[in-house]
């Protein structure tokens, strides 16, 4: 099995266009999660980490040339533009070669151009643009890649499930490189369906909190390079060593109140691993602020064992950023076994009603080797991952 | 090495299962009525399928054609067990419901119902829930049919030892169009019990091109 390093990355939040900007932000207690009184996202203002239009259309128009001279901003959708610049501005980075046979694109989204749907004239113009295959293919070819790019959508574990499969091929000597892009936007078909289940928060979200009451949107799109060539790694070198995932065979939009399926596929990364829960020392939860999904994060926890491992959640700086979420919380959980910087759970106040969990109120300091990375979300389904230090 | 023991095709208001006619119905019955039908046909009983969208209904059929009058799940533990989905239009079909509750302002009224589908993996979470299945799950979108990335991705979980059978395949509903392909993959080295169901029939595929020819035979 060849080993798994991590290479360049990208987030792009409400918080930044780069991994660095967002991480300024996050240590400045900064969030992007705000009103929003749009009538074309929401009949009734609601709380969303959105990018600005004008910052994008500015970052947008500054690569537009490099890859589609002639071409203007408006023939791209939004989530194209985002990909694009998110997926530029990791491979300007790296020595990784985007247009390489031994490289691939895999793309996580939950809903991709699905504010197509609210536009029949832009629908009609390119009708492919509708299918996450077409998004995928869009963004393969812009860097003149040869392969055929895959496609996960599973929900809120999309992103993770991408990174876990990046991370197989390269195990398995399928590939030596895979760019793992993973994006969501903001719409009115989102915004209104989380609406309907009455589980977005009214202000920022709360993760872990005992007043915590919903989760906030987010838009984002993250870009991680995984690679088997050691030069190709970021320094200080990371390794993904494991992953897994697991379904609670419970409920199609709840989680299980015996975490089962996040147990599971903890179990399953562990093992896989050959660490004991003990070894690890960072673990990056969901932590969607939503009062089920967190009681159940905890519930996995202790069942594991690893009620008094530092835990955090970045919803509270740029929302819930669905099928972008676990791209870009992995890149911030590889920055923290980096840099031994652990970042507080913003909007995280006061622990109560679930079990104990050791959840990092404070921005601290801590030298670790071995860092979780958890998802769940609709379906039942749950992965986990797990990143070392080398 | 990997064997498919069990395929299903459902299409054309017919079913197939290894090959053979089990149900069909009149060619100009919408999808809806066919598959309503078939579930009467075959005596089920599982209310949560009236809820369901037309992509998770496609998916239970499937899997419980498949399942039904076989000891596969008793073979295997639950968390042993894997669910590999792929389709073209992931939740488009639902999607434009979901769009229409919330287009006219004056009309305006999004369903947690409806909303709860519009993510293609549902079908995956009814499959498990229906059979109690705890494995490793992935929900892969593709414009057509992709033997070998299914193949691949079932190989590279049976040899992590993740798990040691899946139901995998293609469901994909659209526009009235709609096509499931589902089988069962297992790991050659079959547990006894399932041993004995199996030999007869011996098994039916045994590499990604011979699924690729399996699929190409029927679509």
Same mark, same amino acid.
């Given at each position: ?7 360049? !990355? ?9 991994? $660095? ?18 009538? /074309? ?55 990784? =070669?985007?247009? @390489? ?25 390119? =009708? ?42 390269? $195990? ?36 872990? !909190?005992?007043?915590? /009451? ?21 320094? =200080? ?37 050959? #660490? ?28 594991? /064992?690893?009620? !008094?491992?530092?835990? @955090? ?23 923290? #076994? ?53 | 090495?990997? *064997? ?10 017919? *079913?197939? *299962? ?179 169901? *199996? ?21």
């Amino acid at each position: 099995m060849n080993k798994v390093f991590i290479g360049t !990355d990208n987030i792009i939040t409400s918080l930044g266009f780069s991994t $660095q900007e967002n991480i300024g932000n996050i240590l400045d207690n900064v969030t992007g999660i705000r009103l929003h009184s749009d009538p /074309n996202l929401s009949r009734n203002p609601f709380f969303a980490s959105i990018v600005d239009d004008m910052l994008l259309a500015v970052h947008f128009d500054g690569i537009l040339n490099h890859f589609y001279p002639g071409k203007k901003p408006d023939d791209f959708t939004r989530l194209e533009q985002l990909l694009l610049l998110s997926a530029y501005d990791a491979l300007s980075k790296s020595p990784v =070669p985007a247009d @390489n046979k031994a490289t691939l694109f895999i793309l996580s989204s939950t809903k991709g151009n699905v504010d197509l749907l609210a536009d029949t004239k832009k629908q009609l113009k390119n =009708p492919n643009k509708l299918f996450l295959w077409d998004t995928a293919r869009f963004l393969s070819r812009s860097f003149n890649n040869p392969n055929k790019p895959l496609v996960v959508s599973n929900a809120c574990i999309s992103g993770l499930l991408a990174i876990i499969y990046a991370a197989r091929l390269i $195990q398995h000597g399928k590939y030596e490189n895979v760019i793992v892009c993973g994006g969501d936007i903001i719409t009115e078909f989102v915004a209104s369906g989380f609406q309907s289940f009455q589980s977005l928060e009214n202000g920022a979200c709360k993760p872990f !909190d005992a007043a915590r /009451n919903g989760l906030s949107l987010g838009e984002g799109c993250g870009t991680i390079i995984l690679t088997s060539k050691e030069e190709y790694a970021s320094t =200080p070198k990371i390794e993904f060593i494991a992953g897994a995932s697991a379904n609670d065979a419970n409920h199609i939009s709840g989680p299980s109140r015996t975490a089962e399926g996040l147990f599971l596929a903890i179990q399953s990364a562990l093992t896989e691993s050959g #660490l004991t829960t003990g070894q690890i020392g960072y673990i990056s939860a969901h932590g969607t602020a939503t009062p089920f999904n967190d009681e159940m994060e905890a519930r996995a926890l202790n069942r594991t /064992n690893m009620q !008094d491992v530092p835990v @955090n959640s970045f919803k509270g700086y740029f929302g819930h950023t669905l099928g972008a979420a676990g791209v870009i919380e992995s890149i911030l959980t590889i920055h923290s #076994l980096q840099s031994g910087k652990l970042f507080k759970t913003y909007g995280f106040e006061t622990p109560g009603d679930i079990e104990k969990i050791n959840v990092i109120d404070e921005h601290t300091s801590s030298n670790i080797n071995f860092g979780m990375k958890l998802a769940s979300g609709f379906g039942g389904c749950n992965a986990a991952a797990i990143f070392a230090k080398k | 090495m990997s *064997i498919i023991t069990k395929y299903c095709i459902i299409r054309d208001n017919r *079913i197939v *299962i290894n090959g053979e006619l089990d149900y069909q119905a009149d060619l100009t019955l919408p999808f809806i009525e066919f598959i309503k039908g078939a579930y009467r046909h075959y005596k089920f009983n599982y209310l949560k399928f009236f809820k369901m969208d037309e992509l998770c209904k496609l998916a239970y059929l499937g899997s419980e054609m498949l399942l039904k009058n076989d000891n596969f799940l008793d073979c295997y533990p639950s968390n042993e067990i894997g669910v590999i989905l792929s389709n073209c239009a992931s939740s488009l079909d639902i999607d434009i419901k979901h769009q229409k509750t919330i287009s006219d302002k004056d009309n305006y009224f999004p369903s947690p119902a409806v909303f709860v589908y519009t993510l293609p993996n549902i079908m995956i979470g009814e499959i498990c829930i229906r059979h109690k299945i705890n494995g490793e799950n992935a929900m892969f979108v593709s414009e057509r049919f992709d033997p070998d990335q299914l193949w691949q991705y079932a190989e590279m979980l049976f040899s992590s030892a993740k798990v040691s059978a899946v139901i995998s395949g293609w469901v994909d509903v659209m526009y009235d169009s709609y096509a499931a392909f589902l089988y069962i993959m297992e790991k050659d080295n079959l547990p006894e019990q399932r041993q004995s169901q *199996i030999i007869n029939k011996s098994y039916i595929c045994n590499s990604s091109q011979h699924l690729s020819e399996l699929y190409n035979r029927h679509f």
